[in-house]
C-alpha cells in the first residue's frame, strides 16, 4: 500500500543542543566544511547513511544520541563555537558595506537553484549559477533577496534500462524535511494570491531558505486553496505543456514579487532598489511593478520608465529556440478580458512582448524591454546575443545593440576540493581572504600539489565503482556478475571528464565519431586514458537519450568497460566528484551555441586542465598554454564534415599533447611540464572564473548604476520618470522630422595623410525638437568593400548656430587616425541624460545618400 501523504516529523532538539538546528537551517553549511565536520561527529554512521544531508540527519538520529550530545561538554563547545561563527559571519561588514551609493537591497530572480544536493531545486548550469550567485552574494555582504518556485518533485532522477535507454523518477519532496521555513504573519502562513482566467485563483504559499546571508524566497502552490490543477503549477521543474510553463512564470514574476513584498513587510527586509531577472522565465515581474506603480497614478509610460530604470536582464541562451514564447492568444486571455488590470492594458503587455512572429509572445523580448540594462554571460554570448536580438534596435550597428556581457564565475568553497582549500588557506592566505596572491601558487611544491591531484583522483574511481555498481543493479545485475567493477578506472591513469546536459549541440559523441581510435586511446599500453561522464536529458528530448544511449553501449563493451563510465544521475555531489578529481575537462560543443559554460571553471580551479572547444567563457581566457583548444571548422557547412575534423583533432590533441604531457615524468617521478600547466592554470585562469569577482562585476557595472537610475526616477514623487516618460514621447512622434540635410568637409587633399585631420559641417533640420534632445555625432574609421564603417568610431559633432526655420549646424573634428580605406558620415540620436545608451529608444537618422565619403589611402 502506498501513503495518500508524505511528510517528515522533526526532531526536538534538548535546550542544549538549540544551536544545533539554527546551523542546519542556514545552508552556509553547504560550503563550510567546519560545520558539517560537526554534523558528522552527531552520528557519523548515519551521516554517511543519509547522504550528508544534515536535516535528514536531524529526522533520524535517537533521542539517545541527542541526550549524550547535550551532556557531552566537548561537543558542546564546538557546537557553541560553530554557532558564534554563523552569527558573526551573518553580521559582520563585507566588501560590500565598504561601497558608496550601492543599492539597499536586490531582487534575483531564477527558475531554479543549486545550492546543495540536499535541496534538488535545479536541472543543470543555470540553477548552478544561480545558486553560486547567492552563495558569493553572502560572502561579499551583497543584500540579495532571491526569489524561486518550490517543486514538488525538483528535477527528476535518471536511472538506466538495460538496454542504457535514459528512465526518468520523480520523487516526492516534503518541504518539512528540507532546510527550509514557511514565511508566516501574525495571521499565520503567508499567502500569495494571482487572478487567472474564469474566475479562478492561483495560491501560494512563500517557503524561506536561509543561503549564509541571503533569504531564497520559494512559492509553492500545492496548498488546500487551489483545485488540482493550480496545486500541480509547482510539481516539477521544466514539466508540463505551454499551460503549465505559463502558469509557472506568472507565479515566479508576479507571485515572486508579491512574495518579496510580503517577506519585506513581515521581516523589516530592505525593499529591493533593483531587480535582476535571469532569462525571460521570471519576465512578467516587470509587468507586476508596473501595476504596483499605475496604481498609485502614474501613466503606464512612467511606470514603464521607473521599472525600466532599476531592472537588470541577462540572457543565458544563444539560439532562439531557447528562449520562451507562448501564444499570443494565451497573453490576451490571462491579462484581458475579465481577468484585465484596470491601469495595464492587454495591448501594452502584446507590445513588450511582440516579435516577428505576431502570433508569439516572447519572454527574452518582453524582459528586454523592460529592462533599461541587458548582458549576456560570456564576451563572446554578448556578441552573439547583440547579433540575435539585433532588430530589437534598427538602424543601429551590431555592436551598438545594448546587451553587454558579465562572464559568469564559480563559488570556490563550494566546488574546490577541500584538500585544496587548506593548502591555499596555509601557504596563501590571501588568496582565500582578498582574492589576491595567486602568483604564490608558483611556490608551492610540485609534490605537494601533485600529491593532492592524486587523492582527489583516488576518491573519484572510488566514488565512480560504488555509483557504477548501484546502476548496474537498478539495470538488472546481480552483485555475483559485477566484481570486475572493481577494476574499473585506474587511480593512476589520465582522467578525462566530460558532464553536461545533453542537448544536441553539446556533442557529447563526438568522442565516437571514430569508435576504434576511441579504443585505441583507451586502452594504449604506455599512456592509457579513462574517460568519466554523466549528463542528463530532457525527458521529452528523444534525441538527448539516444545520444545517451550510444555513450552506453560503448562503454558496455567488455573490452573497454574499465576505462570508460556513464555515471546516471549527474547532480551536485558527483559533479563536485568529477570536476574534483579529473586531470582534464572536456567541452566540445558547437561553437557558438554554449552561453558560458561553467563546470570547467571548476575543474580548473581544482589543478584540472580544460580540454575545449573555444566557446563561452573558454574563447576569452584561453591563453594557449593553460590548457587546448580544440581546433573549430567554423566555415564547414556540412555539420557532419564538421563533426569529423573536430572529432579528428580531439583525438590528436588527447593522444600527441595531452597524454604525452601527463605521462612525462622526471626522475622522482613528478610530471614537471604537466604541474607547470596546472599551476598556470590556476595563476591565469583563478582570479578570473571565481563567483566573487563575477558579483564584483554585477554590482560596479549593473546594479549600482540600476540603483542610481531608479532613484533619479523616483525621487519627488516620480518627477523625473514622468518627465522622461513624457520627453520620450515627445521625441518618438517627432522623429520623422528630423533629417541630416548636409554635411560638407574641408581640410581633406588630394593625398590625406596620416595623423591629419578634417572638419566637418552638418545641417540637421531638428523639426519640434530642441538641440538638446539629440545628439549628432561623426562616425569614422575603416570601410569595407561596400563603403560600409566597420567597428566606427563616433565624435560629437557641437551646435554652434540654430536657425529659425528648425534647423541647426554642427561641427567638429574628425582624426585621420589611421591608414588604408577611410570613411564618414554622421547621425543623429536622441539624448537624455537619464538613457543608458544612444540605442534605447532605437531612433537613429543618418544622410539619405552617404554624405562626404572618401574613399583611399591615406598615407
Same mark, same amino acid.
Given at each position: 500500500m502506498r501513503a495518500i501523504r508524505r511528510f517528515t516529523v522533526r526532531t526536538v532538539l534538548p535546550a542544549e543542543l538549540a544551536a544545533l538546528g539554527e546551523l542546519v537551517h542556514n545552508l552556509r553549511w553547504s560550503w563550510h566544511p567546519e560545520t558539517t565536520d560537526l554534523f558528522a561527529e552527531v552520528d557519523p554512521r548515519l551521516w554517511e547513511q543519509v547522504g550528508h544531508d544534515p536535516v535528514a540527519l536531524l529526522g533520524a538520529v535517537t533521542p539517545a544520541r541527542l541526550n549524550e550530545l547535550a551532556a557531552d561538554r566537548r561537543f558542546l563547545r564546538r557546537l557553541a563555537d560553530a554557532a558564534d561563527d554563523l552569527r558573526e559571519y551573518i553580521v559582520s561588514p563585507r566588501w560590500y558595506q565598504t561601497l558608496p551609493d550601492a543599492p539597499q537591497a536586490v %531582487? +534575483?530572480? =531564477?527558475?531554479? +537553484? /543549486? $545550492?546543495?544536493? &540536499? *535541496?534538488?531545486? +535545479? =536541472? @543543470?548550469?543555470?540553477?548552478i549559477l544561480a545558486g553560486d550567485h547567492l552563495k558569493a552574494a553572502s560572502d561579499l555582504g551583497v543584500p540579495v533577496l532571491a526569489v524561486g518556485l518550490l517543486y514538488r518533485h525538483g528535477y527528476f532522477t535518471q536511472t538506466l534500462s538495460p538496454e542504457g535507454w535514459q528512465l526518468e523518477h520523480y520523487p516526492s519532496l516534503d518541504a518539512g524535511g528540507l532546510p527550509l521555513a514557511l514565511l508566516k504573519d501574525d495571521d499565520g502562513p503567508v499567502k500569495i494570491r494571482i487572478s487567472l482566467p474564469e474566475q479562478r485563483v492561483l495560491h501560494a504559499q512563500v517557503w524561506v531558505a536561509q543561503v549564509g546571508r541571503v533569504p531564497l524566497l520559494l512559492l509553492d502552490s500545492d496548498v488546500a486553496d487551489n483545485d488540482t490543477a493550480a496545486r500541480d503549477v509547482t510539481d516539477r521543474l521544466y514539466g508540463g505543456g505551454t499551460d503549465h510553463r505559463l502558469m509557472q512564470e506568472l507565479l515566479l514574476g508576479i507571485g515572486g514579487v508579491r512574495a518579496i513584498r510580503a517577506y519585506c513587510r513581515v521581516t523589516g527586509h530592505p525593499e529591493p532598489e533593483v531587480f535582476h531577472t535571469n532569462e525571460g522565465h521570471a519576465g512578467f515581474l516587470g509587468l507586476e511593478r508596473i501595476r504596483e506603480l499605475t496604481e498609485t497614478r502614474l501613466s503606464f509610460d512612467e511606470a514603464l520608465e521607473a521599472v525600466r530604470a532599476g531592472t537588470v536582464f541577462t540572457t543565458h541562451t544563444p539560439v532562439p529556440a531557447g528562449i520562451d514564447r507562448f501564444p499570443t492568444e494565451m497573453i490576451e486571455r490571462q491579462f484581458g478580458g475579465d481577468n484585465a488590470w484596470p491601469t495595464v492594458p492587454v495591448e501594452r503587455i502584446l507590445a513588450l512582448g511582440a516579435e516577428s512572429d505576431p502570433a508569439r509572445f516572447n519572454m527574452a523580448v518582453m524582459g528586454m524591454r523592460l529592462a533599461q540594462r541587458v548582458n549576456g554571460v560570456s564576451r563572446l554570448h554578448g556578441e552573439v546575443s547583440r547579433d540575435m536580438f539585433k532588430d530589437l534596435w534598427p538602424g543601429f550597428d551590431v555592436d551598438e545593440v545594448p546587451i553587454g556581457s558579465i562572464t559568469n564565475g564559480v563559488h570556490a568553497p563550494t566546488w574546490v576540493g577541500r584538500e585544496l582549500m587548506e593548502l591555499a588557506g596555509r601557504e596563501l592566505p590571501s588568496l582565500i581572504e582578498r582574492a589576491r596572491g595567486w602568483?604564490?601558487?608558483?611556490?608551492?611544491? #610540485?609534490?605537494? *600539489?601533485? #600529491? $593532492?591531484? @592524486? *587523492?582527489m583522483r583516488r576518491r573519484l574511481v572510488e566514488g565512480a565503482r560504488k555509483r557504477l555498481r548501484e546502476a548496474w543493479r537498478e539495470r538488472g545485475a546481480s552483485d555475483a556478475e559485477l566484481g570486475w567493477i572493481e577494476e574499473v578506472l585506474d587511480p593512476e591513469a589520465l582522467t578525462i571528464g566530460f558532464a553536461r546536459r545533453v542537448p544536441s549541440y553539446k556533442r557529447l559523441t563526438l568522442m565516437l565519431r571514430d569508435p576504434e581510435r576511441l579504443a585505441g586511446l583507451l586502452l594504449d599500453p #604506455?599512456?592509457?586514458?579513462?574517460?568519466? $561522464?554523466?549528463?542528463?536529458? !530532457?525527458? %521529452?528530448?528523444?534525441? /538527448?537519450?539516444?545520444?545517451?544511449?550510444?555513450?552506453?553501449?560503448?562503454?558496455?563493451?567488455? !573490452?573497454?568497460? !574499465?576505462? $570508460?563510465?556513464? *555515471?546516471?544521475d549527474y547532480d551536485m555531489a558527483l559533479a563536485q566528484l568529477m570536476t574534483q578529481g579529473c586531470d582534464v575537462w572536456l567541452n566540445n560543443p558547437l561553437r557558438p551555441l554554449e552561453a558560458s559554460g561553467t563546470s570547467g571553471m571548476k575543474s580548473a580551479l581544482n589543478g584540472g586542465l580544460n580540454l575545449s572547444i573555444r566557446d563561452g567563457w573558454w574563447d576569452e581566457w584561453?591563453? @594557449?598554454?593553460? /590548457?587546448?583548444?580544440?581546433?573549430?571548422?567554423?566555415?564547414v557547412s556540412d555539420p557532419d564534415r564538421r563533426d569529423a575534423l573536430e572529432a579528428a583533432a580531439l583525438y590528436d590533441l588527447i593522444e600527441h599533447e595531452v597524454a604525452d604531457r601527463f605521462y612525462d615524468r622526471?626522475?622522482?617521478?613528478?610530471?614537471?611540464?604537466?604541474?607547470?600547466?596546472?599551476k598556470h592554470t590556476l595563476t591565469s585562469l583563478g582570479p578570473k572564473v571565481l563567483a566573487g569577482r563575477m558579483l564584483r562585476d554585477y554590482v560596479t557595472?549593473? +546594479?549600482?548604476?540600476?540603483?542610481? =537610475?531608479?532613484?533619479?526616477?523616483?525621487? #519627488?514623487?516620480? %518627477?523625473?520618470?514622468?518627465?522622461? %516618460?513624457?520627453?520620450?514621447?515627445?521625441? &518618438?512622434?517627432?522623429?520623422?522630422g528630423v533629417r541630416v540635410e548636409h554635411v560638407e568637409t574641408s581640410g581633406v587633399g588630394e593625398a590625406p595623410e596620416v595623423g591629419s585631420s578634417i572638419e566637418l559641417r552638418a545641417t540637421v533640420a531638428l523639426g519640434d525638437l530642441e538641440p538638446d534632445d539629440v545628439l549628432v555625432e561623426a562616425a569614422y574609421g575603416k570601410v569595407g568593400a561596400h563603403d560600409e564603417l566597420v567597428r566606427p568610431t563616433y565624435a560629437k559633432l557641437a551646435a554652434d548656430v540654430v536657425d529659425d526655420d528648425g534647423r541647426a549646424h554642427y561641427t567638429g573634428v574628425v582624426p585621420l587616425d589611421r591608414t588604408g580605406a577611410f570613411g564618414y558620415t554622421v547621425r543623429v540620436v536622441p539624448y537624455h541624460p537619464l538613457a543608458a545608451s544612444p540605442a534605447e529608444l532605437g531612433l537613429v537618422t543618418v544622410p539619405e545618400e552617404p554624405a562626404g565619403m572618401t574613399n583611399g589611402t591615406l598615407r
Open positions: %531582487a +534575483y530572480f =531564477s527558475p531554479e +537553484y /543549486g $545550492i546543495a544536493a &540536499a *535541496l534538488p531545486q +535545479y =536541472s @543543470g548550469g543555470l540553477g602568483d604564490g601558487i608558483q611556490k608551492i611544491p #610540485d609534490a605537494e *600539489l601533485w #600529491d $593532492i591531484r @592524486g *587523492l #604506455d599512456k592509457p586514458v579513462q574517460i568519466v $561522464i554523466a549528463g542528463k536529458a !530532457h525527458p %521529452a528530448d528523444e534525441g /538527448g537519450k539516444k545520444l545517451i544511449q550510444q555513450i552506453v553501449k560503448f562503454a558496455d563493451q567488455q !573490452h573497454v568497460r !574499465h576505462r $570508460i563510465v556513464f *555515471l546516471p584561453y591563453d @594557449g598554454t593553460n /590548457g587546448w583548444a580544440i581546433p573549430t571548422a567554423d566555415g622526471a626522475g622522482d617521478g613528478l610530471p614537471r611540464r604537466w604541474m607547470e600547466m596546472v557595472d549593473l +546594479y549600482t548604476p540600476a540603483a542610481r =537610475s531608479a532613484r533619479a526616477l523616483s525621487a #519627488d514623487g516620480y %518627477a523625473s520618470a514622468k518627465a522622461f %516618460a513624457a520627453w520620450r514621447l515627445r521625441v &518618438a512622434q517627432a522623429w520623422p
